[in-house]
């Protein structure tokens, strides 16, 4: 009888210090738990967006117009260089001619250079602007959805360059999500829905 209770107490206290063990290690995993991951594909986002498609449309609209001009002066810097082949060199009227052809090619020249440099940076303002709201509604959506952490996770597209292919090497972080959320299209829905944006 002795004997069966010694094996029932060392029974009883192998399954205590086995319990007492097993709590001692779960329960810190317990205490921090793990973390709530989202994704967003920031490509996705903002080629899939109808705030982009707006403002490319209208800046395409605009580009329309203005090559139209820009055609309508190259036309008439041609017949003002037709003119002057008609003109003896050396003469003071083909001078005069020349001086205004050099001029005017001079001036389209130097407008086009500026309208390049211009739609280039309203461009980067427009792509900081459309960034700037999508860093906000991420934010937004990571915080009513209980998330810890948000990650980028746009695919590389293949075929792809050398030089690409090393600039994705770099920047390629999130090689699999697989229970993570995907936020991407929900951005796309709050970030068309904002009126403030529109070009």
């Known amino acids: 009888m002795k004997s069966r209770t010694a094996i029932v107490g060392v029974v009883i206290l192998v399954v205590a210090l086995w319990a007492t063990f097993e709590y001692g290690h779960a329960a810190p995993a317990a205490a921090t738990g793990g973390l709530n991951i989202g994704v967003v594909s920031v490509r996705s986002v903002i080629s899939g967006s109808q705030q982009q498609v707006r403002y490319s449309n209208a800046v395409m609209g605009a ?3 203005l090559q139209a001009q820009l055609e309508s002066r190259v036309k008439a810097i041609e017949a003002a260089e037709a003119n002057l082949k008609t003109l003896r060199p050396g003469t003071e009227d083909y001078l005069k001619q020349l001086q205004s052809v050099l001029q005017q090619r001079g001036e389209l020249d130097s407008e086009q250079e500026y309208l390049k440099q211009k739609r280039s940076l309203e461009n980067k303002e427009w792509m900081e602007k459309l960034y700037q709201a999508t860093l906000k509604i ?21 075929p792809i360059s050398g030089d690409e292919l090393m600039a994705t090497f770099s920047t390629h972080k999130v090689l699999y999500s697989g229970n993570c959320l995907d936020l991407t299209n929900e951005v796309i829905a709050r970030l068309d829905a904002l009126e403030s944006l529109q070009p």
Request: hydrophobic share 40%.
């Open 138 to 158: 991420v934010t937004d959506l990571a915080k009513e959805k209980g998330l810890d952490l948000v990650l980028e996770k746009t695919e590389p597209q293949f």
């Open 63 to 65: 580009q329309a117009q």
